[in-house]
Nanobody, 126 residues
Framework: QVQLVNSGGGLVQAGGSLRVSCEASGRTLSGYAVGWFRQAPGKGREFVAAVSRDGSSTYYGDDVKGRFTISRDNGKTTLYLQMNSLKPEDTAVYFC???????????????????WGQGTQVTVSA
């Protein structure tokens, strides 16, 4: 069993940067694919970024490519999402997620993940 705890959200002006974190307890994230999703009011959960199970590849949603970076620490217990050049449309609750059986083609599908953090609010003002 993996427990994920999100932190690091907040309020930032457009063009600014913010880093959100996701700490795993219960076990490390080694062998898990991990990802970030976001959900704005009235919208579905949107894929943001993911790291493959072996950690060798990263993937990004089109809206964040070139601005956001996903990474995890060497101990494989903490996942990060560095967000630069933030826009008001990036405002959402950001969730981390982990899954043990995910393959590359499923990384953008939230239904394929087994464990979720509680989410952290990111608000970008114009």
């Amino acid at each position: 069993q993996v427990q994920l705890v999100n932190s690091g959200g907040g309020l930032v002006q457009a063009g600014g940067s913010l880093r959100v974190s996701c700490e795993a307890s219960g076990r490390t994230l080694s062998g898990y694919a991990v990802g970030w999703f976001r959900q704005a009011p009235g919208k579905g959960r949107e894929f943001v970024a993911a790291v493959s199970r072996d950690g060798s590849s990263t993937y990004y949603g089109d809206d964040v490519k070139g601005r956001f970076t996903i990474s995890r620490d060497n101990g494989k217990t903490t996942l990060y999402l560095q967000m630069n050049s933030l826009k008001p449309e990036d405002t959402a609750v950001y969730f981390c997620a982990a899954g043990r059986r995910l393959i590359t083609s499923s990384l953008a599908n939230p239904e394929q993940y087994d464990y979720w953090g509680q989410g952290t609010q990111v608000t970008v003002s114009a």
